[in-house]
């Protein structure tokens, strides 16, 4: 079922620093909707080139909220197979600050990643301000942009779309975000709302970004509205971005409203330019996401389960903290090649937990981010091999 | 000044498990009391040979309480240069257990540390639990052991000497500790009883090791007072340990009481025994301590430290989170080659310490550790070629 893609692709382009402007290339697509998968989707494999190197999608992206992907160091997260990395740019702004990371050289350098990088708008984070102490907000939105406190020392700062994009260029990610609002995903009124700022910011986004080793996503929004997907498809199309996220989903709706999003909206959305589904998610999301068109995932699940003590494996999550594993001297997952289960038995994680060692949150997010990253890395070789199909099914088959 | 020891070396010989027995092998003495030293001592470099392998001497171990060092992965540990980890009886006597420990193939395969290891008897945390709630003492001492409530949960235990010995053979570090009590340091009285107890209590620990793959090491004890510490090394002497360690200091006496107790000890101890000084300690420790012929330190110093977002150099304690590290581009330490020298800036540094990263622990941690095994490394290559005396009169004059 593999479909070698025949599109003319563009070749590297050099900007003014000598660096290749990011581009997508897309090697396989896999068509769904057949009798055996039933599913409206197209499971694709690429990659995206950027300054800091190849990316191969689809991808993970492990979290670094304030640059650091939590207790891991940047050799760790090579070990366990990431390739790119998401920071925060709400967070950064607001600590250390954007402009004191440009003056270090840019956050790759500041926190030692060399490979590729993506940074969020910071809209988010922002958007999920809405309760401060006494009930007061801790957000104020119009049609120019965001006024906010930060919830680290209550001082006040605005986000406006041509500040996001500056912030962005600032920290020098190899992906940016244009600045969206971000509704209660089953609010219609509030979403058509929220639509015509999310449309009028990308538009100011897209004039104010100037960075050429730098591409920036669009994001569709329109909560679990059909119609508004749809709107917002088409009218960020027209935009013309390099590459489209999907916004405003694992917000709180159902698995199964994601999904039907996710067959509405990636349809509308232009073949060769990459696929981000922001903040998504389990093995299930990976495997249902590939399967409906995402090219790019990212998630802080996997390290922020892991300071809690759960252990994720492709089926199930276990709390590596129950008192059954005390004396268990098998790894975490027999069929898994991480450092930690190589090295170390399910006794004495949960030893390290109980004791309240770093050390515990350390190798569960070794172990978290292996088992997702070696996932996606099998989901894309099964799409280059045309068996993607086949490989969803033994997945799901595996959860029985 | 270098002189090849000439005293005839057992060869190693093979116990029942077919491991050998631990041995000392001395390689070279530089001795002092001269003009340019003025210090009553012998610097010496070794070889412990150990069932896990060789142990140069002299060496600094990291502190691992709960069977980690704390906010490192064992390969970290390997990668700062770590040759030698103590483990803490007391802690992990209460938790997880020695038995289970025991159960799940001993200390080494339970915390994945292959290298040589060292655990101490309890005794010091046991004497420490001073102060309970309300008063009330957690601890009771009498000739026969020590009955003692744990700090995680109330409960009550009781250590006597054949016991320590047995949990630290359950454990199976490659040496083991005497249990002793630990006495005040200026306490004159104090010192003479509890010094009554702590060389019955060796004799008897001496008399229940039968683990042949482990050392048993005495401990000399005294206080600061000269004539009890000469007493405890000759009657420890008698008793012809493998090893012997030299407790009770850095307990809170002056540098000066500590270095002129070790200047009375240590002629006292077999010159053929590695002799360890516990607890201890910092640069200047490390220095002075080998330039009165100690072999063995641990420190719980770069670890803790680590995690209070400080950073040793051979000159200085930096605390990192200072606010005129806030730009700094620079890496910790310029002489550095540690890797988070090698690859964050100090500014990187502050941000994860003032933004509560873990990440913080661990590169302080690396860099602590990597600070304190090159310097002991430095000090083991100066005496083999001859060179300490100028080496520690260079280390001090770079401290000017």
Redesign the interface.
């Known amino acids: 079922m593999t479909q070698s893609m025949d599109q003319e692709m563009d070749a590297p382009q050099k900007n003014g620093n000598g660096k290749a402007r990011p581009y997508f290339e897309l090697l396989a697509v896999e068509p769904g909707k057949t009798a055996a998968t039933g599913v409206v989707g197209r499971a694709r494999a690429g990659v995206l080139h950027t300054a800091h190197g190849p990316l191969p999608t689809p991808i993970y992206a492990p979290v670094g909220t304030?640059?650091?992907v939590?207790?891991?160091?940047?050799?760790?997260l090579r070990e366990v197979g990431a390739h790119l990395v998401l920071a925060n740019t709400y967070?950064l702004y607001l600590?250390?600050g954007d402009a004191?990371i440009a003056?270090?050289?840019g956050l790759h350098r500041?926190?030692?990643w060399d490979g590729p990088m993506l940074t969020d708008s910071g809209g988010f984070q922002v958007f999920s301000l809405a309760g401060g102490e006494r009930g007061k907000s801790l957000r104020t939105i119009d049609d120019d942009g965001v006024t906010f406190r930060s919830h680290i020392d209550g001082s006040t700062h605005r986000f406006t779309p041509e500040r996001v994009v500056e912030i962005q260029e600032n920290l020098g990610a190899d992906i940016a975000m244009v600045l969206d609002e971000c509704a209660p995903p089953d609010d219609y009124e509030y979403n058509v709302k929220a639509l015509g700022r999310t449309h009028a910011w990308a538009e100011r986004c897209k004039a104010a970004h100037s960075r050429e080793d730098q591409v920036l996503f669009g994001i569709v929004q329109g909560g679990v509205f059909p119609d508004l997907r749809a709107r917002s498809a088409s009218f960020l199309f027209d935009l013309d971005f390099p590459g489209y996220a999907i916004g405003g989903l694992s917000v709180g709706e159902s698995k199964a409203q994601m999904l039907s999003t996710l067959d509405v909206t990636t349809p509308l959305l232009p073949e060769d330019r990459p696929r981000y589904l922001m903040g998504v998610g389990t093995p299930v999301d990976l495997v249902e996401g590939v399967a409906r068109g995402i090219d790019i995932f990212d998630c802080v699940l996997p390290t922020r389960v892991a300071r809690n003590g759960a252990a994720l494996t492709r089926v199930e999550r276990l709390n590596m903290r129950n008192a059954r594993f005390?004396?268990d001297?098998a790894p975490i997952d027999e069929a898994c090649g991480c450092?930690a289960c190589q090295?170390?038995?399910r006794?004495?994680i949960r030893?390290?937990i109980?004791?309240k060692?770093?050390?515990a949150?350390?190798?569960l997010s070794i172990h978290n981010l292996y088992t997702m990253l070696t996932l996606i890395r099998e989901i894309r070789e099964a799409i280059l091999a045309g068996q993607f199909w086949e490989y969803r099914a033994a997945f799901w088959e595996a959860r029985k």
Chains 1, 2 share one sequence.
Do not use: N
Not at 70 to 76: E, F, Y
């Open positions: 304030q640059a650091t939590k207790a891991l160091t940047p050799r760790q967070h600590r250390p004191r003056a270090l050289g500041f926190m030692a005390a004396d001297p450092y090295h170390f038995s006794a004495y030893h390290l109980v004791a060692e770093i050390l949150a350390t190798l």
